[in-house]
């Protein structure tokens, strides 16, 4: 059986994602809360 790899990080899609989020004026605190976290897993360039 092959090993399953456990990533650590967020696609660069789901980046994109929670930076709208954080750039929402309506976004909740808790979606801005776990946008911040996707974005601080997001691999850098």
Do not use: E
């Not at 994602?17 to 809360?33: G, Y």
Request: aromatic content about 0%.
């Amino acid at each position: 059986m092959a090993k399953s790899s456990s990533r650590k990080t967020s696609s660069a899609k789901l980046a994109t994602k929670a930076s709208k989020v954080l750039q929402s004026k309506s976004s909740s605190k808790v979606a801005r809360s776990l946008a911040g976290s996707v974005l601080a897993q997001a691999k850098s360039k």
